[in-house]
């Protein structure tokens, strides 16, 4: 043996830390007293520590980022709008009361309404999350973690807190386990949360007395959104349209109108874009697309002009409802997208085209952003089916 | 000449510790091997027993599924060893070098005749000789078949990959056997030779004209270099035909083997990486042992792989606990990389900013560097001076090493892929498609196409950590084994 070779690293790097894990990981390992709870346990080991392994087989270096990382990007970029959103719904309880809270109060007021269902969330989610994890023999995957921090953000903020953990447990267990876990579900499992509270309460999930929250907890005081407004005026033609609606352009593009948490705020919304686009976690490709879809449609329904909603600016589509929550952070989420590039444009554009379509045609529901991004879900595995098929066909030409 | 083909998807990674322009003569290493795991789907009959005594182009083994490839010693000597793995797989046959044995047989070919031989003559002459395995055949990469009408033949005289030695070096001074290994293979095919060059290399200009040699002029980043990549954007393969290619060293072996008789299976490899104290180049002989090489330029006693190839697709020599702990270089290797092994924890690796940490993806701030990276290595190949310190996002070095930076997840991100994949191929669907093992599908999307080194980049870039390469190989062998 020659003096250059091998020396094996002794493994940890002394953190006092990595020192606890190392001696309290027997218990959890196979034969260990708490063998059961192995993938918990090895899911916080790998949020404290990134494991030693190394590459066997294949690529000898491997790039740095994750998914963990790629998904915490993802909850980063939803913190401007949770934020802005906590402080709304104290600011929307303030305007509604009258009761003069300061804009630290109006924040914390927001934040104590809202930590409750962001703990549900996560703790009902990823219960069942660390339960199939561990069932199946794998790692706990981190596709939660974005899909439990949006789940808050897009119902009412009087759902009551047995709904939302009903809601997280249906979408995770049949959208998203069923199918196999993360990366195998074809529905976007927050929205199937929301549709699932919207078909099965509607009363709560809709009409004007449920966004703003009360002092009470699940309480809920008067307060309707703007495409609730639009859904019941009876005044004529789109100038009293526009007349009758309580927010300027202004309060609905900063966000301090009623709604769901996340998506009041497009000013909120834009910021997270923007550190979608910049990390490159999200398409842009989608979010153009979904934007670009919406607005054509619009100015088609303007062209038309055959009733007051049809002659509403394109642009109001935007500023209302869900719509840029939807095609920032829903329509993006990769694995129920489609996959290939031409099939991103196709699915954003009819996602757009649609969600304006259902609020415009559709008298029973007033967003119909829920129902265009899982409408497409469900297409976008044909849309992919037909891109590549143009593929294959270009290479079978080849061949002659 | 062509015009110039413009490779736009794909990604330079910066890596360490290249080997500067400096030459050191290793042909009195003593040991040598031939490996089987180095060529695809071998299936080895052995042809020595230890002790045997063999001259430089002597076989060692042959395929048993494929008679024209015998694996020949590089080297006039002795059978050291057979050496067997589990199941008693044959993991390679080393040759000592003897001076007392005569150096072996001589192919009795002078430059006159070699534009006279006939299609078979020259068959035989590379059978014989072992210069055979030195070609590989697309799909599937394994040694060329006897039944096989190559529709064309790629070499690609420039490599991009990381650390890759320079061509025009390493064949310096061994132009004319290039050349003329050129008109062998020439020879061989009904269709065109492909020459696949970046800007203004000077090889290309020894390379004479003739209407069935092309030269391309590739510009972009890592794979460009890659043949793979050169096929896919000059004459694409389709289910059923067959393409060959060989390195520019094998070809100067060949073209030597034609000129003199004498086998000669000399290379000149790069010895490199973050770990090497001084890389640089060292004359070998296919297949050497580098146990000297190693213990004067790898530090003592510190916890590093060494690859024979580049790091994305290179394969590990020297592994500890095995029966070959020698550092025997591959077959078809000319790059020797050595890089720290990174078995720590990293307490919040997944939370950290990353300044150091080389990433494809903007998650990290070094992913915004992209351009820096692009910058530093045209004027890298201009003159192989490491690039200056100018201002940048990120430091200068980048810590390398073969940490997997998290764990295996499904695959959720897309169109990420198709950044670095220069093909028109939907790789996350053609790798889909390996792993659920549908066949049609398979070759409805192209499999037949690429290779795994094809795919290396988006394995290194991969969040999921998919084994993709292992995948696609796992795939192509299938195929082959099915006859399809």
Redesign the interface.
């Not at chain 2, 790898?298 to 792989?305: K, P």
């Not at chain 2, 720590?344 to 939370?351: C, D, T």
């Given at each position: 043996m020659s003096d250059w070779r091998y020396v094996k690293n002794d493994g940890g790097n002394g953190h006092p830390l990595r020192r606890f894990v190392d001696r309290i990981k027997p218990t959890f390992s196979e034969g260990g007293r708490l063998s059961r709870l192995h993938s918990t346990f090895e899911g916080f080991e790998t949020f404290l520590f990134t494991p030693k392994e190394v590459t066997r087989q294949g690529a000898h270096i491997r790039d740095a980022a994750d998914l963990k990382r790629s998904m915490i990007t993802v909850v980063v970029a939803l913190m401007p709008a949770l934020l802005f959103g906590m402080w709304n719904v104290g600011h929307q309880y303030a305007l509604a009361t009258g009761e003069h809270l300061g804009w630290m109060g109006e924040w914390w007021f927001g934040f104590i309404r809202l930590l409750p269902m962001i703990v549900v969330s996560y703790a009902v989610g990823l219960g069942i999350e660390f339960a199939f994890a561990q069932i199946r023999h794998h790692d706990v995957y981190e596709g939660f973690l974005v899909t439990g921090i949006i789940i808050p953000m897009i119902v009412p903020i009087s759902t009551p807190l047995w709904q939302l953990a009903l809601a997280v447990a249906f979408a995770v267990v049949i959208a998203k386990e069923m199918f196999g876990g993360t990366g195998m579900n074809f529905l976007n499992p927050a929205l199937v949360a929301r549709a699932f509270l919207f078909f099965s309460y509607p009363t709560h999930m809709s009409g004007d007395n449920v966004w703003v929250s009360a002092k009470h907890f699940g309480d809920a005081l008067s307060g309707a959104t703007p495409l609730g407004e639009i859904m019941t005026s009876t005044a004529p033609g789109v100038d009293g349209l526009l007349q009758n609606m309580s927010y300027s352009m202004m309060d609905m593009f900063v966000g301090v109108i009623p709604g769901s948490v996340g998506e009041t705020s497009v000013v909120a919304i834009l910021l997270g874009a923007a550190i979608l686009l910049v990390t490159g976690i999200a398409s842009w490709r989608i979010m153009f697309s979904v934007v670009l879809g919406g607005g054509l449609m619009g100015l088609l329904f303007n062209a038309i002009g055959a009733n007051a909603y049809m002659q509403l600016p394109f642009y109001y589509h935007y500023l209302m409802g869900g719509f840029m929550f939807g095609a920032v952070f829903m329509a993006t989420d990769p694995v129920t997208s489609a996959q290939t590039n031409c099939g991103k444009w196709i699915y954003g554009l009819l996602i757009g085209a649609f969600a304006v379509m259902l609020r415009v045609f559709n008298p029973a529901y007033p967003e119909g952003m829920m129902l265009a991004i899982l409408l497409m879900n469900c297409f976008a595995p044909l849309i992919d089916h037909c891109v590549v098929a143009a593929n294959i066909s270009y290479r079978k030409k080849r061949m002659k | 000449m062509s015009g110039i083909v413009k490779i736009r998807k794909g990604l330079d990674?910066p890596?360490g510790g290249a080997a500067q322009e400096l030459t050191v003569d290793a042909r009195s290493v003593a040991e040598y091997a031939v490996k089987p795991m180095d060529y695809v789907g071998v299936v080895p009959r052995l042809l020595v027993a230890e002790g045997d005594i063999v001259g430089a182009g002597t076989p060692l083994f042959e395929d048993k599924n494929n008679e024209w490839a015998r694996f020949v010693s590089p080297v006039a000597g002795r059978v050291k060893a057979v050496v067997r793995g589990e199941r008693r797989a044959l993991l390679a046959v080393v040759v000592e070098r003897d001076e007392s044995v005569p150096v072996g047989r001589n192919f009795e070919r002078d430059t006159v005749a070699l534009d006279e031989l006939s299609r078979e003559e020259i068959q035989r002459v590379l059978v014989e000789s072992g210069c055979w395995t030195m070609m590989r055949r697309r799909p599937f990469g394994t040694v060329p078949l006897p039944n096989d009408h190559p529709k064309a033949i790629f070499v690609s005289c420039f490599d991009t990959a990381p650390l890759a030695p320079d061509y025009d070096y390493v064949v310096q001074g061994r132009e004319e056997d290039f050349v003329a290994g050129l008109r062998v293979l020439l020879r061989l095919t009904d269709g065109k030779l492909h020459l696949g060059f970046h800007k203004g290399q000077h090889l290309s200009e020894r390379v004479p004209e003739d209407c069935r040699i092309e030269k391309h002029v590739f510009d972009g980043p890592h794979p460009a270099g890659n043949v793979g990549t050169q096929i896919a954007a000059i004459d694409?393969i389709?289910?059923?035909e067959v393409v060959w290619s060989a390195r520019p060293q094998e070809v100067a072996v060949i073209g030597h083997l034609f000129l003199t008789g004498e086998y000669l299976p000399e290379k000149v490899v790069a010895f490199a990486g973050p770990c090497v104290a001084s890389p640089r180049y060292y004359r070998i002989l296919a297949g050497a042992g580098l146990?000297i090489v190693?213990?004067e330029q790898?530090?003592?006693?510190?916890?590093?792989?060494i690859?024979s190839g580049n790091?994305?697709?290179?394969s590990?020599i020297a592994v500890?606990d095995t029966p070959l702990?020698t550092p025997f270089i591959g077959a078809a290797d000319d790059l020797v990389?050595v890089?720290p092994?990174?078995?720590?924890?990293?307490?919040?690796?997944?939370?950290m900013p990353?300044l150091n940490?080389?990433?494809?993806?903007?998650?990290?701030f070094?992913?915004f560097d992209k351009k820096e990276i692009r910058r530093q290595r045209r004027r890298h190949r201009r003159s192989v001076r490491e690039a200056s310190r100018s201002f940048r996002l990120v430091p200068n070095t980048y810590s390398?090493?073969?940490?997997?930076?998290?764990?295996q997840?499904?695959?959720?991100?897309?169109?990420?892929f198709?950044q670095v994949f220069p093909f028109?191929?939907?790789p996350?669907?053609l790798i889909k498609a390996a792993v659920v093992g549908d066949i049609e599908l398979m070759e409805?999307?192209?499999i037949y196409e690429v290779e795994?080194e094809d795919f290396?980049l988006c394995?290194?870039?991969?969040?999921?950590?998919t084994?993709?390469?292992?995948i696609i190989r796992e795939a192509l062998e299938t195929l082959r084994k099915e006859g399809v």
């Open positions: - | 990674i890596l694409p389709n289910k059923g146990d190693c213990s790898l530090a003592m006693s510190s916890n590093y792989r690859i790091v994305l697709s290179g590990r500890p702990v990389t890089i092994e990174g078995d720590y924890y990293e307490f919040m690796g997944w939370l990353g940490k080389f990433s494809f993806h903007r998650t990290f070094s992913g390398f090493d073969t940490q997997m930076h998290g764990q997840r499904p695959l959720v991100l897309t169109g990420e198709e028109r191929i939907y996350l669907q409805d999307l192209g795994p290396a394995e290194f870039i991969d969040p999921s950590k084994e993709i390469q292992h």
